[in-house]
């Protein structure tokens, strides 16, 4: 889901985005070729334009959060590089690849993993057979749910190795139908690691999670976002976690990309704080 309505505030001016020089990527990102690409992505419902002409590029070893308010755009954004959604017009490629017709299936084969923000889990189904589904399918094994666990040890471990990096290994044997939220939400981001993406893309991956819960899937993308090789997008309204993750931001206002860059100075800019965070009236009240 967008951010909640309270931080909804349109009375300022957009903020025209930062040229891609002064975007805030990391060292290694900023030298290197854009992973994904979106090129002008469109999408109309009738009359109503929700995303419009989003041109993007995602370097490996960047972690881009996409933030705005309320109605933004930004689930849509995901649902059209993913391919819940297609697009208008416009383009989506990975490593120069042009995806833009394929269907969700063959975008994820080809390395565009996302994790949903409403669980997408089969809930009679063990915590653990739900991982080694997703390791199954990585390596395109046609094996039976049912079959002997004997026969396939290596999937059995590696889904297992999955569990403990998002602490539900002391839970591999519940239904997912019995666990709370949050676990609910832990074994989404196990089931992507098992599908080992080249593109990571959260949707409000701590949105439900108590307090206590949190720091894992902080942890886990932290760990992601080391790797070089990989691009993670992240779609947030609280903004401890984007600042404690964000290598970038990109800002959306009524589906259209309005600020793009360094964290520190698009989240300092007044006009964004108060038309698309929230956050410049409530500070003001504090200070």
């Known amino acids: 889901m967008n951010a909640p309505a ?10 025209p985005p930062q040229p891609a020089g002064q975007r805030g990527s990391t060292a290694a990102a ?25 041109s993007c590029a995602f370097r490996p070893g960047e972690l881009t959060c996409i933030v705005g308010p309320n ?23 990975l490593d120069g690849e042009d995806l833009t017709r394929l269907p969700v299936s063959q975008k994820t084969r080809r390395g565009i993993g996302r994790a949903f923000q409403l669980t997408s889990l089969f809930p009679q189904l063990s915590v653990l057979e739900n991982v080694r589904l997703a390791v199954q399918a990585r390596q395109q094994r046609g094996i039976d749910l049912f079959s002997m666990w004997t026969s ?26 019995s666990l709370p939220h949050g676990d ?16 990571f893309m959260f949707d409000e991956p701590t949105a439900g999670m108590s307090v206590d819960e949190v720091p894992v899937i902080l942890d886990l993308i932290r760990e992601i976002r080391q790797d070089r090789s990989k691009t993670v997008l992240l779609v947030e309204h609280k903004m ?23 964290p520190a100075e698009v989240i300092a800019s007044p006009v964004v704080q108060q038309a698309y ?10 200070g």
């Open 277 to 286: 965070l929230g956050m410049a009236e409530e500070e003001g009240n504090h």
């Open 6 to 15: 309270s931080s909804a505030r349109t009375a300022a001016a957009p903020v």
């Open 71 to 93: 109605g933004a755009g930004k689930t849509t954004y995901f649902n059209l590089i993913s391919g819940q959604l297609p697009p208008t017009a416009g383009q989506i490629l």
């Open 184 to 199: 609910q939400r832990k074994l989404e981001v196990g089931i992507l690691l098992a599908l080992q993406p080249r593109v």
């Open 240 to 262: 401890d976690v984007v600042r404690s993750l964000a290598d970038r931001i990109i800002v959306l206002h009524n589906g259209t990309l309005v600020a793009d860059g360094d």
């Open 30 to 54: 900023a030298g290197a070729q854009p992973l994904l690409e979106t090129r002008e992505l469109t999408i109309r419902f009738g009359g109503h334009v929700a995303v419009n002409a989003m």
């Open 152 to 177: 396939h040890r290596d999937v059995r471990a590696q889904a297992l190795a999955i569990l403990e990096r998002v602490a539900l290994a002391g839970k591999q044997h519940l239904t997912v139908a």
